[in-house]
């Protein structure tokens, strides 16, 4: 079974500051790396993703960092806020295909 | 939006039940999927579906079957339900072309 790895598993971070998640795998053939978020109570959602043909993705506060020579990509999210208090989760695999999922980081914002 | 819809919230069952999970989506996606969530485990894959009428085993396959006897609709039976399969179980669905996974809110099982 593929793995991937993901820390820490619990982060906490004040209001504003930079929260950093980070990934390794081990499939060298994978070429999808999305993060996922879930909030208490809900399903996962898709937050970001990224292709290995490029090494960085960002959409608003959130920016993934991928090294496709370390098999490592990171999840960064800037001015943290409270509302972004969730479990994030790591998932690498095929385009269009199932995916290997990361044991998840809780992350806490505080006010 | 895309809907994908667990029928169950939370189920209480016995050891040795027979135990349904129903899982629906309404935007015409070919693939779906069924995966467990453990606390310090991640999402676990037990089974996915390419198509109608087709399944290929997960990560975790053991003590679990599916059926998708229609495009919408991909189910996940527990013959005889044990302690260890108490667990969120969580359904997804993609369509081919984005890649992008869309969840249900999960049924938690409980079995005691």
């Known amino acids: 079974q593929q793995q991937v790895k993901q820390s820490p598993q619990s982060l906490i971070v004040q209001k504003g500051g930079i929260s950093i998640i980070n990934c390794a795998y081990e499939n060298t053939a994978f070429d999808y790396f999305p993060w996922y978020q879930q909030f208490p109570g809900k399903g996962p959602a898709l937050l970001i993703a990224?292709?290995?043909?490029?090494s960085e993705k960002k959409e608003g506060r959130f920016t993934i960092s991928f090294n496709k020579s370390a098999k490592q990509f990171s999840l960064h999210i800037m001015d943290s806020q409270p509302g972004d208090s969730a479990t994030y989760f790591c998932?690498?695999?095929?385009?269009?295909?199932?995916?290997?999922f990361g044991p998840g980081t809780r992350l806490s914002v505080l006010p | 939006d895309v809907k994908v819809t667990q029928s169950s919230r939370y189920l209480v069952k016995r050891t040795g039940e027979k135990v349904f999970l129903e899982c629906v989506q309404d935007m015409d996606h070919e693939n779906m999927f069924w995966y467990r969530q453990d606390p310090g485990l991640g999402l676990r894959l037990i089974y996915f579906?390419?198509?109608?009428?087709?399944?290929e085993k997960g990560d975790i396959p053991e003590g679990y079957s599916v059926s998708r006897e229609k495009k919408e609709r991909f189910s996940l039976i527990l013959e005889s339900a044990s302690t260890n399969q108490t667990s969120m179980y969580l359904c997804a669905s993609m369509a081919s072309y984005t890649g992008e996974l869309f969840f249900g809110e999960g049924s938690r099982l409980t079995v005691l």
């Open positions: 990224i292709r290995p043909d490029v």
């Open positions: 998932a690498a695999g095929h385009y269009g295909q199932n995916f290997v």
């Open positions: 579906s390419y198509d109608v009428k087709m399944k």
